[in-house]
C-alpha cells in the first residue's frame, strides 16, 4: 500500500493569513505515461463527508474558491489556501489514486488563531 | 448531479454482518465505480472498496475477507456487507462515485453511523 504522510497534524492561521498543509506519499504517484500525478485533496467539516478540493494535484474542482491551490510532484505536495476565511476551518485529507488500495493521509487540523 | 444515499442499520452486534444500501439517484448506477469508505470516530478515512455496475469488484485486501458488495441495477442501488463485525467496525460508512476505477471520490453520500455493540 502507499502511504500518505501529512504534515503538520494541525494548524492554526490568522484570517486572511496563507496556511500550507504537505502531504507526502511513500512512493511516486506521477503516472509517466501521460504525466499526470494522482492525488487529491478533500475539505471535511464536522459532520459532514469529504468535499472534493482538488483533482490531478492542482486541479480545482468546479465551484471551489481558487484561494485553494495545489502543488507538488512524484512523491511530495502542498495545498495553500492563499488568505484565510473563516468557513476553511475543516479537516483537510489527501489522497492517493494510482494504486489499489486508495489510501489517504491522516488529515490536517485547519483552525483560525 | 448524482446523489447518493446511505441506509441500513445503525447498531449490529458483535460477531453478526453489517449490511447497508447507497440509493443512487439523478443519474444511472450503469455508469462510474461505486465506492465505500469508512471514518471511525474521530479518525481519518479508509477506503473499503468498489463495484462497478457489470459486478466487478475490488476490495481493501486489509477488509477482503470479510467483504462483499454487490449491486442492483433496477433499483440503482449498491451494497456493503462486512462479516464477524467488532467494535473496531464501528465507523461513519460513506459511499461514494468515481469516475474510474483509479480516480478521486465524488459525489458522496452524508454517511450513516453504524455502532457495533452488545
Known amino acids: 500500500d502507499i502511504v500518505m504522510t501529512q504534515s503538520p497534524d494541525s494548524l492554526a492561521v490568522s484570517l486572511g493569513e496563507r496556511a500550507t498543509i504537505n502531504c507526502k506519499s511513500s512512493?511516486?504517484?506521477?503516472?509517466?505515461?501521460?504525466?499526470?500525478?494522482?492525488l487529491a485533496w478533500y475539505q471535511q467539516k464536522p459532520g459532514q463527508p469529504p468535499k472534493l478540493l482538488l483533482y490531478?494535484?492542482?486541479t480545482r474542482e468546479s465551484g471551489v474558491p481558487d484561494r485553494f491551490s495545489g502543488s507538488g510532484s512524484g512523491t511530495d505536495f502542498t495545498l495553500t489556501i492563499s488568505s484565510l476565511q473563516a468557513e476553511d476551518v475543516a479537516v483537510y485529507y489527501c489522497q492517493q489514486y494510482y494504486s489499489l488500495p486508495h489510501t489517504f493521509g491522516q488529515g490536517t487540523k485547519l483552525e483560525i488563531k | 448531479q448524482v446523489q447518493l444515499q446511505e441506509s441500513g442499520p445503525g447498531l449490529v452486534k458483535p460477531s453478526e454482518t453489517l449490511s447497508l444500501t447507497c440509493t443512487v439517484s439523478?443519474?444511472?448506477?450503469?455508469?462510474?465505480?461505486w465506492n465505500w469508505i469508512r471514518q471511525p470516530p474521530g479518525k481519518g478515512l479508509e477506503w473499503i472498496g468498489y463495484i462497478y455496475y457489470s459486478g466487478i469488484t475490488n476490495y481493501n485486501p486489509s477488509l477482503m475477507s470479510r467483504v462483499t458488495m454487490s449491486v442492483d441495477t433496477s433499483k440503482n442501488q449498491f451494497s456493503l456487507k462486512l462479516s464477524s463485525v467488532t467494535a473496531a467496525d464501528t465507523a461513519v460508512y460513506y459511499c461514494a462515485t468515481a469516475a474510474e476505477a483509479y480516480n478521486w471520490f465524488g459525489p458522496w453520500g452524508q454517511g450513516i453511523l453504524v455502532t457495533v455493540s452488545s
Open positions: 439523478g443519474g444511472s448506477i450503469r455508469s462510474f465505480y
Open positions: 512512493q511516486s504517484v506521477l503516472y509517466s505515461s501521460n504525466n499526470n500525478n494522482y
Open positions: 490531478w494535484a492542482s
